[in-house]
């Protein structure tokens, strides 16, 4: 049968179409306008009152909270002052690198500069231990005795055990830690094999440290901070062990660097680390790396310093960049 189609009918079924396009797009663009999920990503931290030191990541994105502008100010601050510290005498290289644990946003001067860590080991090898307790729990109550070393009775800092006796792992950490004990180092790594300790690394994206006793590999600012990191998210250890570990570092008797240009009500959990050679002429390195609690905005300084100076020239080095970074950020608090 031979139908013939009416012109008007095709050129209303033609608008209803065009309506239905239309209008279609409108609900699109509507519901995707109106989605739960935002396109910025933003870090998710947990707040919790039984911990005081961590804040455990819950979700990781791109941070796009925070003034740019603030980071960009503080590395122009930064980068005159360090220029200006340079000419003191002797003095041969200053990095830093500076996070805010709110936004994510960082700066940083010489960042990715190796120095030798020295002491600054001490915080990877406790992690170390603090995961085979995580692994095996009791690990921390472990006895080891201390055979003895050349150090011994002769009074030097650094070197408090006694030979013959017996210490727990947790006993020993501490030491580690808090006083930056060398006899409780040396314990405590010769009863780790050194891939335990290399997982560590390997695990937080740095190169395998190999001989955790030698002095030949170096380690960057913005690299240590990921040890500090993952303490203060709680991402590679469980709350309680990285809140432990948060504690020991805020009970660390070094005061003379980051913690003496802050306030004094202010807590830090930091590490500091020096190293120095039995040649008079060599120069010396001296770096203070940790996590300034400061109210409403915690921030990350890891500051290493180098030079054929006196120690107390790198003290006041330190001490000075941490003066500006605390003003400054307390400013925009």
Same mark, same amino acid.
């Given at each position: 049968?031979?139908?013939?189609?009416?012109?008007?009918?095709?050129?209303?079924?033609?608008?209803?179409?065009?309506?239905?396009?239309?209008?279609?797009?409108?609900?699109?663009?509507?519901?995707?306008?109106? =989605?739960?999920?935002?396109?910025?990503?933003?870090?998710? =931290?947990?707040?919790?009152?039984?911990?005081?030191?961590?804040?455990?990541?819950?979700?990781?994105?791109?941070?796009?909270?925070?003034?740019? =502008?603030?980071?960009?100010?503080?590395?122009?601050?930064?980068?005159?002052?360090?220029?200006?510290?340079?000419?003191?005498?002797?003095?041969?290289?200053?990095?830093? &690198?500076?996070?805010?644990?709110?936004?994510?946003?960082?700066?940083?001067?010489?960042?990715?500069?190796?120095?030798?860590?020295?002491?600054?080991?001490?915080?990877?090898?406790?992690?170390?231990?603090?995961?085979?307790?995580? *692994?095996?729990?009791?690990?921390?109550?472990?006895?080891?005795?201390?055979?003895?070393?050349?150090?011994?009775?002769?009074?030097? *800092?650094?070197?408090?055990?006694?030979?013959?006796?017996?210490?727990?792992?947790?006993?020993?950490?501490?030491?580690?830690?808090?006083?930056? *004990?060398?006899?409780?180092?040396?314990?405590?790594?010769?009863?780790?094999?050194?891939?335990?300790?290399?997982?560590?690394?390997?695990?937080?994206?740095?190169?395998?440290?190999?001989?955790?006793?030698? !002095?030949?590999?170096?380690?960057?600012?913005?690299?240590?901070?990921?040890?500090?990191?993952?303490?203060?998210?709680?991402?590679?250890?469980?709350?309680?062990?990285?809140?432990?570990?948060?504690?020991?570092?805020? !009970?660390?008797?070094?005061?003379?660097?980051?913690?003496?240009?802050?306030?004094?009500?202010?807590?830090?959990?930091?590490?500091?680390?020096?190293?120095?050679?039995?040649?008079?002429?060599?120069?010396?390195?001296?770096?203070?790396?940790?996590?300034? &609690?400061? @109210? =409403?905005? @915690?921030?990350?300084?890891?500051?290493?310093?180098?030079?054929?100076?006196?120690?107390?020239?790198?003290?006041?080095?330190?001490?000075?960049?941490?003066?500006?970074?605390?003003?400054?950020?307390?400013?925009?608090?």
């Amino acid at each position: 049968m031979n139908m013939k189609l009416n012109p008007k009918k095709i050129l209303f079924f033609s608008f209803l179409f065009l309506i239905g396009i239309v209008f279609g797009i409108f609900l699109d663009k509507f519901f995707l306008n109106r =989605q739960e999920i935002s396109t910025d990503f933003h870090s998710v =931290q947990l707040s919790d009152p039984n911990y005081k030191l961590i804040s455990p990541l819950l979700l990781s994105g791109i941070s796009v909270q925070g003034d740019t =502008q603030e980071f960009k100010d503080i590395e122009s601050k930064l980068r005159s002052q360090t220029g200006n510290l340079l000419k003191i005498p002797g003095m041969q290289d200053i990095s830093l &690198y500076f996070k805010d644990l709110n936004s994510g946003l960082w700066a940083g001067i010489g960042q990715d500069t190796g120095y030798d860590p020295a002491s600054l080991l001490k915080v990877p090898i406790m992690i170390a231990w603090f995961k085979k307790e995580q *692994d095996n729990p009791g690990v921390l109550s472990q006895k080891l005795v201390w055979i003895g070393s050349p150090y011994d009775d002769k009074g030097l *800092d650094f070197y408090s055990l006694h030979p013959g006796q017996s210490y727990t792992v947790d006993e020993l950490v501490n030491l580690m830690i808090t006083k930056s *004990d060398n006899d409780a180092k040396d314990l405590l790594l010769s009863n780790l094999d050194s891939q335990t300790v290399n997982t560590v690394f390997t695990d937080l994206g740095i190169k395998d440290w190999g001989d955790t006793s030698s !002095s030949s590999t170096k380690i960057s600012p913005a690299a240590y901070s990921r040890f500090l990191r993952v303490l203060y998210n709680a991402t590679y250890l469980n709350r309680d062990l990285s809140e432990r570990a948060l504690e020991l570092l805020s !009970s660390t008797d070094f005061n003379s660097g980051i913690v003496a240009g802050i306030s004094s009500n202010i807590k830090v959990a930091h590490k500091f680390g020096q190293y120095t050679t039995n040649d008079p002429t060599s120069p010396i390195e001296l770096h203070d790396c940790g996590i300034v &609690y400061l @109210p =409403q905005k @915690p921030y990350l300084l890891c500051v290493m310093t180098k030079g054929a100076t006196d120690i107390v020239n790198l003290e006041a080095v330190i001490k000075n960049i941490s003066l500006t970074v605390f003003n400054e950020v307390n400013k925009n608090s």
